[in-house]
């Protein structure tokens, strides 16, 4: 473990079990540097930077009527106690993983070949590169840059990106891009516009008028192979031709 100057903390070679004593996580390393400022003084976390690499991740859950093996981190974390907290503020600069794997596994449902189920799940060569410019309330502001990784049940994500921008105003993604081995999916803009309900907010009780409901948006040149999702859909296997499409929408709610 090092900390740096007031604000920077890295972790090299962490391991930890869970309460059997089986692998629960393994970290090469782990950096965050922070602002201290704001959290000290208004309670906004702010996140400068964080990495993740070589992260190994194993979630255990033996049947549904049992927690998984991790909830025992999660209770630590949890507040005993009930009292009216401060609205959550977020704001992450950057988030970078990087050789990752991910798996979890329900120990009482049988595992399938070669389709994907949600019940055993593993998720390697997981990358991403992810800014958070606010989080809160009344605004969300995510930028994926990038997000990639393999599952084994043959789901390849090459590459996913977009930037999301959600007020009490409306909601906007932009640049979604979509890779899959033999798909190009992408999208300049869809707008959504709404007037939200009093005392509505984006966290909690997300309510819209529905007569306020406008949405536009399109779909650039892409190439689509149905093959791609094929452990969702086992049926379309074999379809292996490229369909091209492209689009233009505008509504409303009626």
Same mark, same amino acid.
């Given at each position: 473990?090092?900390?740096?100057?007031?604000?920077?903390?890295v972790i090299d070679q962490l391991e930890m079990k869970d309460q059997q004593g089986k692998k629960l996580?393994?970290?090469?390393?782990?950096?965050?540097?922070?602002?201290?400022?704001?959290?000290?003084?208004?309670?906004?976390?702010? &996140?400068?930077?964080?990495?993740?690499?070589?992260?190994? &991740?194993?979630?255990?859950?033996?049947?549904?009527?049992?927690?998984?093996?991790?909830?025992? &981190?999660?209770?630590?974390?949890?507040?005993?106690?009930?009292?009216?907290?401060?609205?959550?503020?977020?704001?992450?600069?950057?988030?970078?993983?990087?050789?990752?794997?991910?798996?979890?596994?329900?120990?009482?449902?049988?595992?399938?070949?070669?389709?994907?189920?949600?019940?055993?799940?593993?998720?390697?060569?997981?990358?991403?590169?992810?800014?958070?410019?606010?989080?809160?309330?009344?605004?969300?502001?995510?930028?994926?840059?990038?997000?990639?990784?393999?599952?084994?049940?043959?789901?390849?994500?090459?590459? @996913?990106?977009?930037?999301?921008?959600?007020?009490?105003?409306?909601?906007?993604?932009?640049?979604?891009?979509?890779?899959?081995?033999?798909?190009?999916?992408?999208?300049?803009?869809?707008?959504?516009?709404?007037?939200?309900?009093?005392?509505?907010?984006?966290?909690?009780?997300?309510?819209?008028?529905?007569?306020?409901?406008?949405?536009?948006?399109?779909?650039?040149?892409?190439?689509?192979? @149905?093959?791609?999702?094929?452990?969702?859909?086992?049926?379309?296997?074999?379809?292996?031709?490229?369909?091209?499409?492209?689009?233009?929408?505008?509504?409303?709610?009626?």
């Open positions: 473990v090092t900390i740096g100057l007031f604000n920077r903390l996580i393994s970290v090469r390393r782990a950096a965050v540097r922070a602002d201290l400022y704001h959290i000290i003084t208004d309670g906004k976390i702010v &996140i400068n930077t964080a990495q993740l690499f070589g992260a190994d &991740i194993h979630i255990v859950k033996p049947s549904a009527d049992h927690a998984t093996n991790i909830q025992f &981190i999660l209770d630590k974390f949890a507040s005993k106690e009930e009292k009216e907290s401060k609205p959550l503020e977020m704001q992450i600069g950057s988030f970078i993983m990087r050789q990752c794997s991910v798996y979890y596994d329900r120990l009482d449902v049988p595992p399938t070949e070669q389709r994907f189920n949600p019940n055993h799940l593993a998720a390697t060569d997981l990358s991403a590169y992810i800014k958070l410019r606010s989080f809160c309330k009344d605004s969300i502001h995510v930028e994926v840059r990038r997000l990639a990784f393999k599952e084994k049940s043959g789901v390849e994500l090459k590459r @996913l990106a977009f930037g999301l921008t959600a007020g009490l105003k409306g909601v906007e993604l932009r640049h979604f891009a979509l890779s899959l081995p033999h798909t190009w999916f992408q999208i300049p803009m869809i707008s959504v516009r709404y007037q939200m309900k009093p005392r509505a907010n984006l966290l909690q009780n997300f309510s819209i008028e529905p007569a306020s409901l406008y949405y536009q948006g399109a779909i650039s040149p892409s190439s689509v192979t @149905l093959c791609d999702v094929s452990a969702f859909l086992p049926a379309v296997r074999l379809f292996d031709e490229y369909l091209n499409l492209s689009a233009q929408f505008a509504g409303t709610y009626d």
